[in-house]
């Protein structure tokens, strides 16, 4: 049983039978669906909701180039963004994501209308205006005055809505990687984010090609981790997103930095960038989340994250021969969860279900992931008490139905099936 006070805490999480007198009034009874923690996902792109799923088999900067920065320039209309926003974070809360970190634009003002958008549905939301100074997509910049311009547009977006709705909203500063940043827009960036004690997010160690271009870019620095260090952007309020082809020096360094992973297999895949050798890392210490990369990934669901996460590190042993310890589907849940709060230094406010904690939490059908739905008594003995098997059947027969209703501080958010 799982109760919530009037602050939008929860009061009690346990068996019904032993909760205080006080906090058993009125129980509502959602068996036999369950209730579990709400997902965080640590990495997506707002604008690219629309374009989820499609460009299979394109390389990373062919794939910006003809699909994400249209996509992305077309939020200059303020009439898109206020027409998408709304929708994009009902997307999320359908899926069972409850807290989101994301990319948005580079226009300040579909950024207000995403964060108005975000403060209005009732998500926990840390947004950020995508910073580019090189490549940029939008036209109608002086690229001369592109740096000063992003960074006092930041900044104003993060006196705004930082800390907004007592804390239910941040921002992160987000430069978008070190291919489309000169080194002032990296450094700039962190320090501002620094300044005012925002997030910082970017990209590293994607694809092979990516990594050579920053090489060609930044060819006084020792890698690609290192042009964030010299730029100030390592650190324990720092996402950074895939970190899948790290050299050893590259982990130690973001180790010890204590900066944070957003791991995003399904996007690894679908842009075929590589495989995250994900033991190896979590054995170095590398705090690591999931991110869904909406629409580098094709689904914003973190069930689909965990289920082809999964898959990528039985791939990894296969391939690499590497017999460190796998993930349990228990040890997924933490990822999506628990870890993604940590990484984002919430875990004392959300990320499980205990008392005192915030009332983010979903409730999940159970019965829409059976093989035979139609046939009584066909689940292994025990299947609904035993929380290791119940959980690998959310992640393997995932239904896009199945998460029932989504509440972030005990509020419900509009989105799911119902
Ligand atoms: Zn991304």
């Given at each position: 049983m799982v109760a919530v006070d009037d602050r939008g805490r929860l009061a009690y999480v346990g068996p019904a039978l032993t909760a205080p007198a006080e906090v058993s009034v009125s129980p509502v009874d959602v068996r036999p669906w369950v209730v579990l923690p709400g997902m965080v996902d640590l990495h997506a792109h707002l604008p690219q909701l629309p374009n989820?799923?499609?460009?299979?088999?394109?390389d990373l900067l062919t794939w910006l180039d003809r699909l994400t920065f249209p996509t992305e320039r077309s939020w200059a209309d303020p009439a898109v963004a206020e027409r998408l926003a709304p929708a994009i974070f009902r997307a999320f809360a359908r899926v069972g994501t409850t807290t989101v970190l994301a990319y948005g634009v580079v226009y300040k003002a579909a950024m207000e209308t995403a964060f108005a958008a975000a403060r209005d549905h009732g998500i926990r939301a840390i947004l950020g205006k995508v910073m580019m100074?090189?490549?940029?997509?939008?036209?109608?910049?002086e690229p001369s005055s592109i740096l000063e311009r992003s960074l006092r547009e930041s900044s104003e977006l993060i006196e705004r809505w930082h800390g907004a709705e007592d804390g239910r909203l941040g921002y992160a500063v987000t430069p978008r990687f070190a291919v489309s940043c000169t080194a002032d827009m990296l450094r700039e960036s962190a320090s501002l984010a620094r300044a005012t004690g925002a997030w910082w997010q970017s990209h590293v160690s994607e694809d092979r090609s990516e990594i050579a271009e920053v090489r060609r870019l930044f060819?006084?620095?020792?890698d690609y981790v290192d042009v964030y260090d010299r730029a100030g952007g390592l650190g324990d309020r720092s996402v950074l997103a895939?970190?899948?082809?790290?050299?050893d020096r590259e982990l130690g360094r973001l180790v010890e930095t204590r900066t944070r992973v957003a791991h995003c297999p399904p996007s690894n895949l679908y842009i075929a960038s590589g495989l995250m050798p994900l033991a190896r890392w979590l054995e170095a210490g590398l705090l690591v989340g999931l991110g869904s990369d909406v629409s580098g990934g094709p689904d914003p669901s973190l069930f689909t994250v965990m289920r082809v996460g999964a898959y990528s590190q039985n791939a990894w042993r296969v391939v690499a021969g590497d017999e460190r310890p796998i993930l349990d589907p228990l040890g997924w849940l933490r990822l999506a969860t628990l870890d993604g709060a940590r990484a984002l230094g919430l875990e004392t406010a959300i990320g499980s279900l205990e008392a005192g904690k915030e009332a983010d939490m979903i409730v999940v059908d159970p019965s829409l992931t059976a093989p035979l739905p139609d046939v009584e008594g066909v689940d292994p003995e025990g299947f609904a008490e035993d929380p290791s098997l119940l959980m690998s059947r959310l992640i393997f027969r995932a239904h896009p139905d199945m998460v029932r209703g989504a509440w972030v501080r005990g509020n419900r958010l509009d989105g799911p099936a119902s």
């Open positions: 989820a799923g499609v460009g299979f088999a394109l100074d090189r490549l940029t997509y939008d036209p109608t910049i060819p006084d620095t020792l895939h970190a899948i082809h790290l050299s």
